[in-house]
């Protein structure tokens, strides 16, 4: 089937092959008639399938075809992070750039201003966070007289981040009467309970088995140590020559950490997360879909939304908590049927995070590489690594051998009293030798003596003397 036999317009043909797509995905080819006769769709499909050209080439065709009657949007696209409703956007303008049509994102972190002035202009297609939506509203900056469509994009994950009580207060602020749109990546039960209270007699498109990965993605996994894993990713880059690579961490400061110690390895890097100015996190995106920036370290704020052409690689450095999150990492490559490789490093610890997500795919991961060549390599490779950072060990570090030895030209002599350790004597101190507790004072006996050893100072004889013979009386 082609993009002719849909029905679509001439414009949004041309866009389309401009774009380079013959053909439309499977959602995409049940999806598109549906929302065109006007029905509420509950789609789910494998990330990087084309939902979004599912539900946006309908829209713009519906709306090329009727005048807009008000300056309010007549649909309304809600997305859960910002990255996600700006390549929703760039989708909306790209296939619509020949049509008389406006579309706008609006998110957080940025001006309010100026997104108010735009929106007082009049708009077509709003695409928005639900966060910042409210915001406007509240500010009675935007109309939703004239909706027609509201649109859930990445459903699953919006209930993920909390988003349901600004789902449900923007539920309240639009009109009942639209047309209903809701796609997901997974299904869950929340998923259900929310199409059952938006959705009427909606249309269900399933073009995929649940909470899969595309089969256009190699999936693999290293069993490494912890510690080793920095070691092993810069390894696999510089071996494998790697152009590009979408890294996820677990924590933003994690990613900042790695993508530090990567550029320290001589592999040009770049991080993005959540803590990350609006403005940051555009340059580093931008840097790496130019190929400036080789590898982009992320936080799963980066695991939607993302459309990065022909990405070969995604590599998982920390194993997600949540097993869906895995899904929608590594479908950031192998995206419109394009081959992709996921790489896994997984930890002893990780173990049972990864028995979690081979039960959801319903499939085994198979580790890959000589562990004990690799182990070789990195342990050479931890002693020529230019990290840069300060060694654990102060024993390690230059100029600290003759502390250790003792001497401070290092002698031979130092060396073997470290080699042959003096015994631990209880009488002498509570700690082994080296500590920097003080060791402590013999016990005095009564006569002011010490037990089994020499007698105190003379400056102490007097005070203890006086001492005994108040005790006394």
Request: net charge positive; aromatic share 6%; glycine share 8%.
């Amino acid at each position: 089937m082609s993009f002719e036999k849909l029905g679509l317009r001439a414009e949004l043909l041309k866009a389309l092959a401009q774009k380079g797509y013959a053909r439309p995905t499977p959602i995409q080819a049940q999806a598109i008639p549906a929302i065109l006769g006007g029905k509420d769709v509950l789609g789910g499909a494998q990330t990087g399938t084309g939902k979004t050209a599912a539900f946006a080439l309908p829209i713009l065709q519906q709306f090329s075809e009727m005048r807009a009657q008000g300056k309010g949007p007549r649909a309304l696209v809600l997305a859960p992070t910002r990255e996600l409703a700006a390549q929703v956007c760039d989708s909306f303008q790209t296939y619509g750039k020949r049509l008389n049509l406006r579309s706008h994102v609006v998110f957080g972190g940025v001006g309010i201003n100026p997104q108010i002035k735009t929106l007082s202009q009049g708009i077509d297609v709003l695409i928005a966070t639900p966060g910042r939506l409210l915001d406007l509203s509240g500010r009675r900056a935007v109309d939703f007289r004239n909706l027609e469509c509201l649109v859930l994009d990445e459903a699953d994950r919006m209930l993920d981040m909390g988003f349901i009580h600004d789902i449900r207060k923007i539920l309240k602020l639009i009109p009942a009467k639209r047309q209903n749109l809701l796609f997901s990546a997974t299904y869950s039960p929340d998923i259900k309970r929310l199409s059952e209270d938006i959705l009427k007699r909606p249309e269900m498109i399933e073009v995929a088995r649940r909470n899969t990965a595309a089969e256009t993605v190699a999936q693999s996994a290293y069993q490494v140590q912890k510690n080793q894993k920095r070691i092993l990713l810069s390894q696999l880059a510089q071996d494998g020559n790697w152009e590009q690579a979408l890294v996820f961490t677990r924590t933003k400061h994690g990613a900042n950490r790695l993508a530090t110690q990567l550029a320290s390895d001589g592999i040009d890097s770049a991080a993005i997360h959540g803590n990350k100015s609006q403005a940051a996190r555009e340059r580093a995106l931008s840097a790496f879909k130019n190929r400036s920036v080789r590898v982009l370290v992320a936080t799963d704020i980066a695991a939607r939304g993302l459309d990065i052409q022909d990405l070969p690689f995604v590599i998982n450095y920390e194993l997600p908590n949540v097993p869906e999150d895995y899904v929608h990492r590594i479908g950031r490559t192998g995206r419109a049927g394009k081959d992709g490789q996921a790489i896994s490093l997984v930890s002893q610890e990780e173990n049972k995070l990864l028995w979690r997500i081979e039960k959801l795919l319903g499939r085994k991961i198979d580790f890959v590489g000589d562990e004990k060549s690799f182990k070789a390599n990195a342990k050479h490779q931890s002693k020529t690594s230019r990290s840069g950072s300060k060694p654990k060990n102060r024993s390690t570090s230059k100029g600290s051998q003759s502390r250790q030895s003792g001497n401070r030209n290092g002698s031979e002599g130092g060396e073997e009293r470290n080699a042959k350790p003096r015994k631990w004597n209880r009488g002498e101190s509570n700690r082994q030798p080296g500590s920097r507790h003080r060791k402590r004072r013999p016990a005095l006996s009564k006569n002011g003596g010490s037990e089994g050893g020499p007698k105190p100072p003379n400056r102490f004889r007097k005070f203890l003397s006086k001492r005994a013979q108040a005790s006394a009386r």
